[in-house]
């Protein structure tokens, strides 16, 4: 028996015993709400033994008893389902592969004070079908823990609050730091938050590391990699609309400057964003960000740019929503020179901001997008998106959505012209719980593609299904 075929066994020894730990926490759960309902169903009517000594709880001691649960322990996870296909994978021709991933989750959200709060999360994520070995990280994770944190904050959500432990960072639109949440395995930090937060401001400050996904071993953060940042909120000071300054502060070891020397890397970005409702129906976002500092000795030196405005029909039945949106971020121009041009994208949620096959990132990019959302009815939206990519930069790569280069040409590319991609996907909510969604996508190649790569053009499509408990 082959490593791959250990691995696979392993899997499916570690997902059965998720499954039974699933179980073992549940059934008290469930019979504490089956006893409670069977409680309310018998206490409006008398006991049939008129010597019975044990005495069913009346209504109002059964609502009291559910209360008290609610308020103190919640449960809950998620059951999602998504097949994905690529054709011309790599913009090379006969490339194709075809898989299903999947994911379960479940928590426990306890709640034992006004004050302290204590959640929990395991997860589970497969693939199944995906071509080649072993399935990478982003795919792949069996049963480990996702979220373990206190909280320290007032249940009415207002004022000062600790957050210590493994969690989610969500920013702004998440352009920079997000929970990548479509990714199979999504993304947490071990990290130590301290927040303000009223009506008027809200107020983070934190230090953390980045959770690193390994398969069949426990995951822990990277060493040598760390983030810290100070984040303000204003959803008050501009009419319809919210303003965010933001400072953020990468520090890294063991990096390589453009001479491959090793050392440490600093980079802090500043930035700012802006998002709101305008009249007449028009609704705008922008955000600006600058980097500064160094990388092995190098100089760095980066900046991006989003902006966005939208216009809504809001008296027509499909509600149409027309987009149009301009993303840039710097690349390097000259890779012997000593300074370090590309922007730093950070930890970033990118599906769907350029483009659904996730083969862009905001990385050396000028981005146009032409965009139409409709909504039928409240639960079903649909989107037709047209992108447009040029390189900021001919002598700098093309980095896809997690950041990692695609193609480069060191000498210069003849042209900057990416290529184009149009996208098609929608969503609907069958009830509250239970979604279904799908999409696909198509990629022409440019000529930079065509120089760089096969040429080939490629195709990106999925379907998915999600319950909510």
């Given at each position: 028996?082959?490593?791959?075929?250990?691995?696979?066994?392993?899997?499916?020894?570690?997902?059965?015993l998720?499954?039974?730990?699933?179980?073992?926490?549940?059934?008290?759960?469930?019979?504490?709400?089956?006893y409670a309902?069977?409680a309310?169903?018998?206490?409006?009517s008398?006991?049939?033994?008129?010597?019975?000594h044990?005495r069913?709880?009346?209504?109002?001691?059964?609502?009291?008893?559910?209360?008290?649960?609610e308020?103190?322990?919640?449960?809950?996870?998620?059951i999602r389902?998504?097949?994905?296909?690529r054709r011309h994978?790599?913009?090379?021709?006969?490339?194709?592969?075809?898989?299903?991933?999947?994911?379960?989750r479940?928590?426990?959200?306890?709640?034992?004070g006004?004050?302290?709060?204590v959640?929990?999360?395991?997860?589970?994520?497969?693939?199944?079908?995906?071509?080649?070995g072993?399935?990478?990280?982003?795919?792949?994770?069996?049963?480990d823990?996702?979220?373990?944190?206190?909280?320290?904050f007032h249940?009415?959500?207002r004022g000062?609050?600790?957050?210590?432990?493994?969690q989610?960072l969500i920013f702004?639109?998440?352009?920079?730091?997000?929970a990548?949440n479509w990714?199979?395995?999504a993304r947490?930090?071990?990290a130590?938050?301290?927040y303000?937060?009223t009506?008027a401001?809200?107020?983070?400050?934190?230090?953390?590391a980045?959770v690193r996904?390994?398969d069949?071993r426990?995951?822990?953060?990277a060493?040598?990699?760390?983030?810290y940042?100070?984040?303000?909120a204003?959803?008050?000071?501009?009419?319809r609309?919210?303003?965010?300054?933001?400072?953020?502060?990468r520090?890294q070891?063991?990096?390589?400057?453009?001479r491959?020397?090793?050392?440490?890397?600093d980079?802090?970005?500043?930035?700012t964003?802006?998002?709101?409702?305008?009249?007449?129906?028009?609704?705008?976002?922008v955000?600006?960000?600058?980097?500064?500092g160094d990388?092995a000795?190098d100089?760095?030196?980066?900046?991006?740019a989003?902006?966005?405005?939208?216009?809504?029909?809001?008296?027509?039945?499909?509600?149409?929503?027309?987009?149009a949106?301009?993303?840039?971020?710097s690349?390097d121009?000259?890779?012997?020179?000593?300074k370090?041009?590309?922007?730093?994208?950070l930890f970033p949620?990118?599906?769907?901001k350029?483009?659904?096959?996730d083969?862009?990132?905001?990385?050396?990019?000028h981005?146009?997008?032409?965009?139409?959302?409709?909504k039928?009815?409240?639960?079903?939206?649909?989107?037709?998106?047209?992108h447009?990519?040029w390189?900021?930069?001919?002598?700098?790569?093309?980095?896809n959505?997690?950041?990692?280069?695609?193609?480069?040409?060191?000498?210069?590319?003849?042209?900057?012209?990416?290529?184009e991609?149009?996208d098609?996907?929608?969503?609907?909510?069958?009830?509250?719980?239970?979604?279904?969604?799908?999409g696909?996508?198509?990629?022409?190649?440019g000529?930079f593609?065509?120089?760089?790569?096969?040429g080939?053009n490629?195709?990106?499509?999925?379907?998915m299904?999600?319950?909510?408990?």
């Amino acid at each position: 028996m082959g490593r791959r075929e250990r691995m696979k066994d392993h899997s499916r020894i570690a997902a059965s015993l998720f499954w039974a730990m699933v179980v073992v926490v549940a059934m008290p759960l469930l019979t504490l709400h089956v006893y409670a309902q069977e409680a309310t169903e018998h206490s409006s009517s008398p006991p049939t033994e008129p010597h019975n000594h044990t005495r069913s709880l009346s209504h109002q001691e059964t609502k009291q008893l559910n209360q008290a649960t609610e308020e103190w322990l919640s449960v809950g996870g998620e059951i999602r389902l998504r097949w994905e296909g690529r054709r011309h994978a790599g913009f090379r021709s006969g490339n194709d592969d075809g898989y299903l991933l999947t994911r379960f989750r479940f928590h426990l959200d306890v709640h034992p004070g006004e004050w302290f709060r204590v959640y929990v999360e395991g997860q589970d994520a497969q693939a199944l079908g995906l071509a080649g070995g072993p399935d990478p990280p982003v795919f792949q994770d069996t049963f480990d823990l996702r979220q373990a944190y206190i909280d320290l904050f007032h249940r009415q959500k207002r004022g000062l609050g600790l957050r210590l432990g493994r969690q989610e960072l969500i920013f702004g639109e998440e352009r920079l730091i997000g929970a990548f949440n479509w990714g199979n395995t999504a993304r947490t930090f071990d990290a130590v938050r301290v927040y303000y937060d009223t009506k008027a401001i809200r107020l983070d400050a934190f230090a953390a590391a980045v959770v690193r996904i390994q398969d069949e071993r426990f995951n822990r953060t990277a060493k040598g990699d760390n983030l810290y940042g100070v984040y303000a909120a204003f959803p008050r000071w501009i009419p319809r609309g919210r303003w965010e300054v933001y400072t953020l502060w990468r520090a890294q070891s063991q990096t390589v400057n453009e001479r491959g020397e090793r050392g440490d890397a600093d980079r802090v970005t500043f930035g700012t964003r802006l998002v709101g409702k305008l009249p007449h129906n028009f609704d705008y976002g922008v955000e600006l960000a600058g980097q500064a500092g160094d990388v092995a000795g190098d100089r760095a030196r980066a900046w991006a740019a989003h902006l966005q405005l939208g216009y809504t029909l809001a008296r027509v039945r499909l509600k149409p929503r027309f987009l149009a949106e301009y993303n840039f971020a710097s690349g390097d121009d000259d890779p012997n020179d000593g300074k370090v041009g590309t922007f730093d994208q950070l930890f970033p949620t990118n599906h769907n901001k350029y483009g659904i096959a996730d083969l862009v990132g905001w990385r050396n990019i000028h981005n146009l997008r032409l965009g139409l959302s409709l909504k039928p009815v409240d639960r079903v939206g649909l989107n037709v998106d047209v992108h447009s990519f040029w390189l900021a930069s001919r002598r700098d790569a093309l980095y896809n959505a997690p950041g990692r280069p695609v193609a480069r040409i060191l000498d210069g590319a003849v042209s900057r012209h990416v290529g184009e991609e149009i996208d098609l996907y929608g969503s609907i909510k069958l009830t509250p719980y239970f979604s279904l969604g799908a999409g696909a996508a198509h990629v022409f190649a440019g000529r930079f593609l065509k120089q760089a790569t096969p040429g080939e053009n490629t195709s990106f499509a999925y379907a998915m299904a999600s319950y909510h408990f």
